[in-house]
C-alpha cells in the first residue's frame, strides 16, 4: 500500500517535462513559420488573344415590291370622267379601254369642223368651175388677163381653205379619241388617281399600271446606309408573311435626292427571278451589311475601371503576371465592346475574373478563342 503513493509522485515530474518539451517544440516551429514568406497565390484567368477583323453591322430593312416601270395613265385633254373601266389589282392588256371622258363638246366640235369642211369644199367647187371658164374665155381674148388673174388666187383661196377645214376635222376628231383612254402596255393597276363625275385636267394620273416584267425591291434608307447599300453587289430579299420565300437582288438606283418628309432616300433593289409568291405590293425585308474597317473586339466582361477610365488587364506570357492598361472604347453592345486605341494584335487580355486581380499578380491563362 505505502507504494502507490511513490508511483503517483513520480507520474508527475514526468507529464511536467514532456508538456514543456512539447511547448518549447511548438515555440520554435512557430518561429521557423514566421520566419518565411506566404506561398505567391496563382490565380487560373481565362484570356484571349487579341485579333483584328473586319467588323460591319448587319442591319433590316422593309420595303415593297415594285415594278420597275410604272405608267401613269392619263387624258391627253381635260374634262368629266364619266366611267372608269378598271380597279386596283386588274389586269390590262394594250389598248384596253381604262376610261372615258364626256365627249360632247369634243362631238360638237367635230360636226362643226366637218360642217366647215363641207362649205370649203362646195366653195372650191365653184372656184374651179370658175377658173375653167376664166381660162377659156381669156384664151379668146373675151376676158382681161386681170379677171383670169383674180379666178386663179380664188381658186387658191378656196383650195388653202379646204385643207384648212380638213385639218381642223382632223384635229376634232382626235380631240374626240381623246376622250377614251386605253392602256399602253399590259400590266396591273396598281393606283387610280380619279373617280367617275370628277373634272380630271389633261396630264392628271387616272390610273397606274405597273408594267409586266422585271420588278424591283424598293426600300427607304437613311443617308448614313445609303452609301454603303450603294456598294451592295447582292442583297437577300424576303417575304415578311415567309420568311422561307427569298430572292437575290442587285442594288439597281439609289435616289441622289432624300424624300423631304421622312429625310430617307429610296434604293431599288432588281429581283433576279423572283418567286410567284413576291407580287407586287408585297411587303419584304432586305438584310445591309455596313461598310467594314479592322476592330479589334473584346468580350464586355474584360472591361474595368481605373482612375476614372475603362481599362483592361493584360497578361505578360514571361513573367506570368498582370498589369491594367487603360482603353479607348469605339463602340459597344450587349456582350462585346469595339476598342478604338490601347490595344495591339498579340496582346493577351483577361476576359474572366478580372475584378479580382491586382497589379503584378501572377495568374495562370486559360485561353479562350476570341468569338
Given at each position: 500500500m505505502?507504494?502507490k503513493?511513490?508511483?503517483?509522485?513520480a507520474?508527475?515530474?514526468?507529464?511536467?517535462?514532456?508538456l514543456f518539451a512539447?511547448?518549447?517544440?511548438?515555440?520554435?516551429?512557430?518561429?521557423r513559420?514566421?520566419?518565411?514568406?506566404?506561398?505567391?497565390?496563382v490565380?487560373?484567368?481565362?484570356?484571349?488573344?487579341?485579333?483584328?477583323?473586319?467588323?460591319?453591322?448587319t442591319?433590316?430593312?422593309?420595303g415593297?415590291?415594285?415594278a420597275?416601270?410604272?405608267i401613269?395613265e392619263?387624258?391627253?385633254?381635260?374634262?368629266?370622267l364619266?366611267?372608269r373601266?378598271?380597279?386596283?389589282?386588274d389586269?390590262?392588256?394594250?389598248?384596253q379601254?381604262?376610261?372615258r371622258l364626256?365627249?360632247?363638246?369634243?362631238?360638237?366640235?367635230?360636226?362643226?369642223?366637218?360642217?366647215?369642211?363641207?362649205?370649203?369644199?362646195a366653195?372650191?367647187?365653184?372656184?374651179?368651175n370658175?377658173?375653167q371658164?376664166?381660162?377659156?374665155?381669156?384664151?379668146?381674148?373675151?376676158?382681161?388677163?386681170?379677171?383670169?388673174?383674180?379666178?386663179?388666187?380664188?381658186?387658191?383661196?378656196?383650195?388653202?381653205?379646204?385643207n384648212s377645214?380638213?385639218a381642223s376635222?382632223n384635229l376634232?376628231?382626235?380631240?374626240?379619241?381623246?376622250?377614251?383612254l386605253?392602256?399602253?402596255?399590259?400590266?396591273?393597276?396598281?393606283?387610280?388617281?380619279?373617280e367617275p363625275?370628277?373634272?380630271?385636267?389633261?396630264?392628271?394620273?387616272?390610273?397606274?399600271?405597273?408594267?409586266?416584267?422585271?420588278r424591283?425591291?424598293?426600300?427607304?434608307?437613311?443617308?448614313?446606309?445609303?452609301?454603303?447599300?450603294?456598294?451592295?453587289?447582292?442583297?437577300?430579299v424576303?417575304?415578311?408573311?415567309?420568311?422561307?420565300?427569298?430572292?437575290?437582288?442587285?442594288?439597281r438606283?439609289?435616289?441622289?435626292r432624300?424624300?423631304?418628309v421622312?429625310?430617307?432616300?429610296?434604293?431599288?433593289v432588281?429581283?433576279?427571278?423572283?418567286?410567284?409568291?413576291?407580287?407586287?405590293?408585297s411587303?419584304?425585308?432586305?438584310?445591309?451589311?455596313?461598310?467594314?474597317?479592322?476592330?479589334i473586339?473584346?468580350?464586355?466582361?474584360?472591361?474595368?475601371?481605373?482612375?476614372?477610365g475603362?481599362?483592361?488587364?493584360?497578361?505578360?506570357?514571361?513573367?506570368?503576371?498582370?498589369?491594367?492598361r487603360?482603353?479607348?472604347?469605339?463602340?459597344?453592345?450587349a456582350?462585346t465592346?469595339?476598342v478604338?486605341?490601347?490595344?495591339?494584335?498579340?496582346?493577351?487580355?483577361?476576359?474572366a475574373g478580372?475584378?479580382?486581380?491586382?497589379?503584378?499578380?501572377?495568374?495562370?491563362?486559360?485561353?479562350?478563342?476570341q468569338?
Amino acid at each position: 500500500m505505502p507504494l502507490k503513493p511513490a508511483a503517483t509522485r513520480a507520474a508527475r515530474p514526468l507529464g511536467t517535462t514532456t508538456l514543456f518539451a512539447l511547448a518549447t517544440l511548438t515555440l520554435v516551429s512557430a518561429c521557423r513559420s514566421g520566419d518565411e514568406a506566404p506561398p505567391t497565390e496563382v490565380r487560373p484567368v481565362r484570356v484571349t488573344t487579341i485579333e483584328t477583323r473586319d467588323i460591319g453591322d448587319t442591319i433590316a430593312l422593309t420595303g415593297t415590291v415594285q415594278a420597275q416601270t410604272e405608267i401613269n395613265e392619263s387624258f391627253r385633254i381635260g374634262g368629266r370622267l364619266i366611267e372608269r373601266a378598271v380597279e386596283i389589282g386588274d389586269t390590262v392588256r394594250p389598248g384596253q379601254l381604262l376610261a372615258r371622258l364626256d365627249p360632247q363638246n369634243e362631238e360638237s366640235s367635230l360636226q362643226g369642223a366637218r360642217a366647215q369642211l363641207v362649205a370649203a369644199q362646195a366653195q372650191l367647187v365653184e372656184a374651179r368651175n370658175n377658173h375653167q371658164r376664166m381660162r377659156d374665155l381669156v384664151a379668146e381674148n373675151a376676158v382681161s388677163r386681170a379677171a383670169f388673174d383674180q379666178a386663179v388666187a380664188v381658186l387658191q383661196t378656196a383650195d388653202s381653205q379646204v385643207n384648212s377645214a380638213r385639218a381642223s376635222v382632223n384635229l376634232a376628231e382626235n380631240r374626240l379619241s381623246y376622250t377614251q383612254l386605253h392602256a399602253t402596255a399590259a400590266g396591273l393597276v396598281t393606283a387610280r388617281g380619279a373617280e367617275p363625275g370628277e373634272v380630271v385636267g389633261a396630264g392628271s394620273m387616272v390610273v397606274q399600271v405597273a408594267r409586266e416584267g422585271a420588278r424591283d425591291a424598293v426600300f427607304d434608307v437613311p443617308a448614313q446606309v445609303k452609301d454603303s447599300a450603294a456598294r451592295r453587289t447582292s442583297i437577300t430579299v424576303a417575304l415578311v408573311d415567309d420568311p422561307k420565300i427569298t430572292a437575290t437582288g442587285t442594288v439597281r438606283e439609289v435616289s441622289p435626292r432624300a424624300d423631304p418628309v421622312t429625310g430617307t432616300f429610296a434604293v431599288r433593289v432588281q429581283l433576279i427571278d423572283p418567286p410567284l409568291q413576291m407580287r407586287l405590293g408585297s411587303t419584304v425585308t432586305g438584310r445591309v451589311k455596313l461598310d467594314t474597317a479592322p476592330t479589334i473586339q473584346i468580350p464586355a466582361a474584360a472591361l474595368m475601371r481605373a482612375d476614372g477610365g475603362v481599362a483592361v488587364w493584360v497578361y505578360d506570357p514571361a513573367a506570368g503576371t498582370v498589369a491594367a492598361r487603360g482603353i479607348t472604347v469605339a463602340g459597344s453592345n450587349a456582350s462585346t465592346v469595339q476598342v478604338a486605341s490601347g490595344l495591339n494584335p498579340g496582346d493577351v487580355v483577361v476576359t474572366a475574373g478580372a475584378q479580382a486581380l491586382r497589379p503584378g499578380q501572377k495568374v495562370r491563362p486559360l485561353e479562350t478563342p476570341q468569338s
